[in-house]
T-cell receptor, first 111, second 115 residues
Framework: QKEVEQDPGPLSVPEGAIVSLNCTYS??????FMWYRQYSRKGPELLMY????GNKEDGRFTAQVDKSSKYISLFIRDSQPSDSATYLC???????????FGKGNQVVVIP | GAVVSQHPSRVICKSGTSVKIECRSL??????MFWYRQFPKQSLMLMAT?????????EQGVEKDKFLINHASLTLSTLTVTSAHPEDSSFYIC???????????FGSGTRLTVV
């Protein structure tokens, strides 16, 4: 079993819809959870990070972590064509170590 | 926010030559830097981790003599691909984190093409 599982998609949604992305993981030691957005031929851009369980909201983005289920989610409200990108989840036990990445989920927002 | 500058963004080199990629943290001190390789439509593959002033730790299967990493200061790390071959063609990305935790910041990547 891989440390982090993420459905690679692609996921196509109409503009204005809610995009729902998720990852599952197997290592219960993970405490730091991150979501990155990567446009084609660019480096990943940190969208949000969460420590331990709970929710975090930033503008149109909401990140959720459920450690009991080893499941994290990212929601994008009022999706825009500019949100079309690959979204990667990443996690780390203590914020110092290497990141464990999901495969990335390609999202296409159709105008 | 934290910014990591990676240079060059694109390089084409001849087989057998060496290429150096620079990664700089612009507004924070990067105590740890990571180097990744990414193939098309794949996730990031960690190559090595470097801490300022010490030798890099390479992942299993990564040739340390081929991929030389130097982290000489708290703001600069370099990756040198020595004696490059076409199979080294890839997208290389650096990442840095400073003291305290505010996520890991990535550079914009370098597309290496070896011809």
């Amino acid at each position: 079993q891989k440390e982090v599982e993420q459905d690679p998609g692609p996921l196509s949604v109409p503009e204005g819809a809610i995009v729902s992305l998720n990852c599952t993981y197997s290592n219960s030691a993970f405490q730091y959870f991150m979501w990155y957005r990567q446009y084609s031929r660019k480096g990943p851009e940190l969208l949000m990070y969460t420590y331990s369980s709970g929710n975090k909201e930033d503008g149109r983005f909401t990140a959720q972590v459920d450690k009991s289920s080893k499941y994290i989610s990212l929601f994008i409200r009022d999706s825009q064509p500019s949100d079309s990108a690959t979204y990667l989840c990443a996690m780390s036990p203590n914020g110092n170590n290497r990141l464990a990445f999901g495969k990335g989920n390609q999202v296409v927002v159709i105008p | 926010g934290a910014v990591v500058s990676q240079h060059p963004s694109r390089v084409i080199c001849k087989s057998g030559t060496s290429v150096k990629i620079e990664c700089r943290s612009l507004d924070f001190q990067a105590t740890t830097m990571f180097w990744y390789r990414q193939f098309p439509k794949q996730s990031l593959m960690l190559m090595a981790t470097s801490n300022e002033g010490s030798k890099a730790t390479y992942e299993q299967g990564v040739e340390k003599d081929k991929f030389l990493i130097n982290h000489a200061s708290l703001t600069l790390s370099t990756l040198t691909v020595t004696s490059a071959h076409p199979e080294d063609s890839s997208f290389y990305i650096c990442s840095a984190r400073g003291q305290g935790f505010d996520g890991y910041t990535f550079g914009s990547g370098t597309r290496l093409t070896v011809v």
